[in-house]
């Protein structure tokens, strides 16, 4: 029989408990209020600096799309280009353009006498417009003798008045175009011979001392050669590695040393792989310093433990029952993995393949070991030429004094971003698209 007196007892303390916990739960609902709000303050801050970072980048990569040019009527004159009227590309390519150029800014400023003022005069125009003067006439000779309105690039200081990075109201001694350059431009501005345009040049042209002139070609080939030694490489080696180490290597201390190491070799500085890509193939193998090929290795090395990590994990994913059942029916090991494991993991490891291959994109520490951070002005068109790539080319520009560069680093940014952003659209695409819910 129960004790009436233990009942109430117990009763009482169920009523006290309640009322405890009762008078508890404002205190608790506050906190997890409190909780929220932190937390939701934290996701708009990081929002916030995201887009004040964004923000900033493209304030100052919008205005490198556009290329501040002026029109000039140059003659080609036959008698300086061509005394000998043999229409010879190769003289035709080595001839005073120059001269041609002074001609031209003399004849639309003849009141310019003074030798100082009219070397500033010529300065207007960047220093890369002969070689573009020269490259009109080698495509089209028939022009010899004759009068042709040409837009040609001016320097960048000029780019940067007609883009209002420069103030006007600074005084002259902290500006580095003087008042009568300015006079001079908006005097060209006011006859309609000077205006900005697709700056085709900068995804065209390869790196260059004068920031009007710079361009990404050289570095997104660099990039895109660098690539596609790194994919050649650790995609195959990496997913066979994976598959061996989870589906066919034997439990024992040294597969678990090799586990331990891929795992730490992941979490190792990427600049520690530069310094092994330089100790290893260039100076024991002797392989071309700066070249896509040492730069693919060294990435190789660097994005293998992101790929066999992820190709592991998305072997794990896949549930027990179907090797069970692949075997069940009389499959070997080798066509239970192949046929059945593997292709339900694929997604996976392409996800896992793909963010290894963003992050070797935008690497640039190991890379600046390998010299190549070297001042590449050529195009590269092959694995073993001289070459960079896009993030080193943004650290270049960014350690530059000229304004223009500004631009230039900025412009370089976004294009990098909209390629990482790709790659991991692409992984999170093939991951919604082909993952399988167990």
């Not at 010299?371 to 350690?399: C, H, R």
């Amino acid at each position: 029989m129960n004790n009436p007196k233990e009942d109430s007892q117990l009763s009482n303390l169920g009523i006290r408990t309640h009322q405890i916990v009762k008078a508890g739960l404002p205190r608790r609902r506050a906190a997890e209020t409190r909780f929220k709000a932190y937390g939701l303050i934290c996701i708009v801050a990081g929002l916030g600096f995201l887009v004040l970072l964004f923000g900033n980048i493209i304030s100052h990569a919008w205005s490198a799309i556009e290329q501040t040019y002026v029109a000039l009527d140059v003659t080609f004159d036959e008698s300086l280009l061509d005394p000998e009227g043999k229409h010879d590309s190769a003289v035709l390519a080595a001839a005073d353009y120059p001269a041609l150029l002074k001609k031209s800014m003399s004849a639309l400023f003849p009141e310019v006498k003074d030798r100082q003022q009219k070397r500033s005069l010529n300065g207007i125009l960047s220093k890369g417009a002969s070689y573009e003067l020269q490259r009109i006439l080698v495509k089209d000779p028939s022009l010899l003798g004759k009068t042709e309105r040409v837009w040609l690039p001016v320097d960048d200081d000029v780019d940067m008045l007609v883009k209002s990075q420069i103030d006007r109201s600074v005084d002259e001694g902290d500006r580095r175009l003087k008042d009568y350059q300015i006079a001079w431009i908006d005097k060209l501005m006011a006859d309609g011979r000077l205006e900005k345009r697709f700056n085709r040049q900068f995804f065209t042209s390869g790196d260059s001392r004068e920031p009007e002139l710079a361009g990404i070609q050289g570095a997104l080939m660099g990039s895109l050669f660098t690539l596609m030694v790194t994919a050649f490489l650790s995609l195959p080696i990496g997913i066979a590695s994976a598959i061996y180490l989870e589906e066919f290597a034997p439990r024992n201390r040294w597969t678990d040393i090799i586990e331990v190491n891929i795992n730490n070799l992941a979490a190792v500085p990427s600049i520690v792989f530069g310094l092994l890509g330089l100790a290893v193939f260039i100076n024991f193998f002797g392989l071309p310093r700066s070249s896509p090929l040492v730069g693919g290795l060294v990435l190789t090395l660097m994005t293998l433990p992101v790929i066999i990590i992820a190709g592991r994990s998305a072997l794990k994913s896949v549930p027990p029952s179907i090797r069970e059942a692949a075997l069940g029916i009389g499959a070997s090991q080798m066509q239970t993995v192949f046929h059945h494991v593997l292709p339900l993991a694929m997604p996976g490891i392409l996800t896992g393949a793909i963010i290894g291959m963003a992050r070797a994109l935008g690497e640039s520490a190991p890379l600046l070991m390998i010299g190549m951070v070297a001042f590449i002005v050529d195009v590269p068109t092959g694995l073993m030429e001289p070459s960079t790539v896009l993030p080193v080319q943004i650290y270049l520009w960014a350690d530059s004094s000229e304004r223009g560069f500004v631009e230039r680093t900025s412009a370089a940014i976004l294009v990098l971003l909209a390629f990482l952003i790709t790659m991991n659209g692409l992984a999170v695409y093939l991951r919604k698209r082909y993952e399988r819910r167990w």
